[in-house]
């Protein structure tokens, strides 16, 4: 049984930082692109970041760019996102998911391209 389960959500302000951890298990992680989406209330799920199965290759959504960090570590079965200068509209719940997908990174903003998804954590950053 194929389970993600994220962790590391809070409340912070505005400037402030957070690192999310998404635990996996069930799957073999190394050959599973991840992903960040978020969504907020009323809106839809969008894309946050991607990173290959190996860790090489990155993609960020323009809204997180040069402020959030997607990285994994496949000894831990883990997938991160180091988020910093945090604004307001970052406010949101934060999903991890993994994807067997042999699809480019560009492809991989679209959720139907992930398989699995986690339970999400709540990311709520005041002004």
């Known amino acids: 049984q194929v389970q993600l389960v994220e962790s590391g959500g809070g409340l912070v302000q505005a400037g402030g930082s957070l690192r999310l951890s998404c635990a996996a298990s069930?799957?073999?992680?190394?050959?599973?692109?991840m992903g960040w989406f978020r969504q907020a209330p009323g809106k839809e799920r969008e894309f946050v970041a991607t990173i290959s199965r190996s860790g090489d290759n990155t993609y960020y959504a323009d809204s997180v760019k040069g402020r959030f960090t997607i990285s994994r570590d496949n000894a831990k079965r883990t997938v991160y996102l180091q988020m910093n200068s945090l604004k307001p509209t970052d406010t949101a719940v934060y999903y991890c998911?993994?994807?067997?997908?042999?699809?480019?990174?560009?492809?991989?903003?679209?959720?139907?391209?992930?398989?699995?998804w986690g339970q999400g954590t709540q990311v709520t950053v005041s002004s």
């Open positions: 998911a993994a994807s067997q997908r042999p699809v480019s990174a560009v492809l991989l903003t679209i959720k139907n391209m992930y398989g699995y």
């Open positions: 069930g799957l073999t992680f190394s050959r599973y692109a």
